[in-house]
T-cell receptor, first 113, second 111 residues
Framework: DVKVTQSSRYLVKRTGEKVFLECVQD?????MFWYRQDPGLGLRLIYF???????EKGDIPEGYSVSREKKERFSLILESASTNQTSMYLC????????????FGAGTRLSVL | QKEVEQDPGPLSVPEGAIVSLNCTYS??????FMWYRQYSRKGPELLMY????GNKEDGRFTAQVDKSSKYISLFIRDSQPSDSATYLC???????????FGEGTQLTVNP
């Protein structure tokens, strides 16, 4: 079974804090993704990565950065958290070739106060 | 206009009903079609996968793709309370491409 593990299920942070969300996958997948999910807006892609040390902006990258130093790990960084970044954050991974199926972690519910 | 349109519901049905969930899309390049199920406060999990047009059946679930109409459907037969979840459609043009998701339809099956 593919396993995508997100380091925290729930997180509460204060405005202005630097926040790190960690994601690890155990299937040697090349591709990794970070989404946020909000009611009425669905899943929105923040950043993705096709390889180590490589990153591509998604649809809503503003206020976020990412890091991929190892193939299995993809980190999302909120440089200075704001209340409008309160959301459910989902990490996913997929192999480079094949059926293009993405496998998701359980999500991190982040509240910024 | 969104590339993928999905009625967000909510949809409420009695146990045992046949449920039909649908998505329409505008990008004719889409070839890979998926349905994900997401339980409350959990991550999405893959439910059905279809390549190109046609039907696929897995137990009580049937996925249909009509590329000529740019329309995909998920049917749930003999629906159960455990089917209560949000169902998201997703699609992409090719292997390695990013997925485009629908907004998700919230389904409740009442005992």
């Amino acid at each position: 079974d593919v396993k995508v593990t997100q380091s925290s299920r729930y997180l509460v942070k204060r405005t202005g804090e630097k926040v790190f969300l960690e994601c690890v996958q155990d299937m040697d997948h090349e591709n990794m993704f970070w989404y946020r999910q909000d009611p009425g807006l669905g899943l929105r892609l923040i950043y993705f990565s096709y390889d180590v040390k490589m990153k591509e902006k998604g649809d809503i990258p503003e206020g976020y950065s990412v890091s991929r130093e190892k193939k299995e790990r993809f980190s999302l960084i909120l440089e200075s958290a704001s209340t409008n970044q309160t959301s459910m954050y989902l990490c996913a991974s997929s192999p480079w070739t094949g059926q293009n199926i993405q496998y998701f972690g359980a999500g991190t519910r982040l509240s910024v106060l | 206009q969104k590339e993928v349109e999905q009625d967000p519901g909510p949809l409420s049905v009695p146990e045992g009903a046949i449920v039909s969930l649908n998505c329409t899309y505008s990008n004719s390049a889409f070839q890979y079609f998926m349905w994900y199920r997401q339980y409350s406060r959990k991550g999405p999990e893959l439910l059905m996968y279809t390549y190109s047009s046609g039907n696929k059946e897995d137990g009580r679930f049937t996925a249909q793709v009509d590329k000529s109409s740019k329309y995909i459907s998920l049917f749930i037969r003999d629906s159960q309370p455990s089917d209560s979840a949000t169902y998201l459609c997703a699609m992409s043009p090719g292997s390695g491409s990013r997925l485009t998701f629908g907004e998700g339809t919230q389904l409740t099956v009442n005992p």
